[in-house]
């Protein structure tokens, strides 16, 4: 049994997991400092409203305070924001930079018949058997 488990451990599933987890406690502290210290005293300056959670409304004698819904919204669109412009969006286009590389060569070719995709040596397609030219 400890041998199963020494080889869970190295496999790699177990190692990339705890790293992905590390990784995002991590990035959490930077995408809430990010909303919590910059984005939100700026939206509270242009709101002139600090602090949403005070909001509250009376009905039939039962006081309703929809204003920590409305910090609680405010905040996921924030921290949704930070993650997509500061993330993903500069990934994205790290990614297409590295891939605007040489087009590889073409390993396959279309059947003119049955316009399927077939290797680019074949002589005959393989769904409708036509021969292929060359």
Same mark, same amino acid.
């Given at each position: 049994?400890?041998?199963?488990? +020494?080889?869970?451990?190295?496999?790699?599933?177990?190692?990339? *997991?705890?790293?992905?987890?590390?990784? &995002?406690? /991590?990035?959490?502290?930077?995408?809430? =400092?990010?909303?919590?210290?910059? *984005?939100?005293?700026?939206?509270? /300056?242009?709101?002139?409203? !600090?602090?949403?959670?005070?909001?509250?409304?009376?009905?039939?004698?039962?006081?309703?305070?929809?204003?920590?819904?409305?910090?609680?919204?405010?905040?996921?669109?924030?921290? @949704? /924001?930070?993650?997509?412009?500061?993330?993903? +969006? !500069?990934?994205?286009? *790290?990614? /297409?930079?590295?891939?605007? &590389? +040489? !087009?590889?060569? !073409?390993?396959?070719?279309?059947?003119?018949?049955?316009?399927?995709?077939?290797?680019? =040596?074949? +002589?005959?397609? @393989?769904?409708?058997?036509?021969?292929?030219?060359?």
């Amino acid at each position: 049994m400890l041998k199963e488990f +020494k080889q869970f451990l190295v496999r790699g599933n177990a190692i990339d *997991l705890a790293v992905g987890v590390v990784i &995002g406690a /991590a990035f959490t502290a930077v995408v809430n =400092a990010l909303v919590g210290d910059l *984005l939100t005293p700026f939206i509270a /300056a242009v709101a002139q409203v !600090p602090d949403f959670s005070g909001l509250s409304f009376v009905l039939n004698g039962v006081a309703i305070t929809y204003g920590k819904v409305l910090n609680a919204v405010i905040s996921f669109v924030l921290v @949704a /924001a930070a993650i997509f412009f500061f993330v993903v +969006k !500069p990934m994205n286009v *790290l990614i /297409a930079r590295t891939r605007r &590389g +040489k !087009p590889l060569d !073409p390993t396959t070719k279309k059947c003119r018949e049955c316009l399927s995709e077939i290797p680019i =040596a074949a +002589k005959r397609c @393989a769904y409708c058997t036509q021969i292929v030219a060359q």
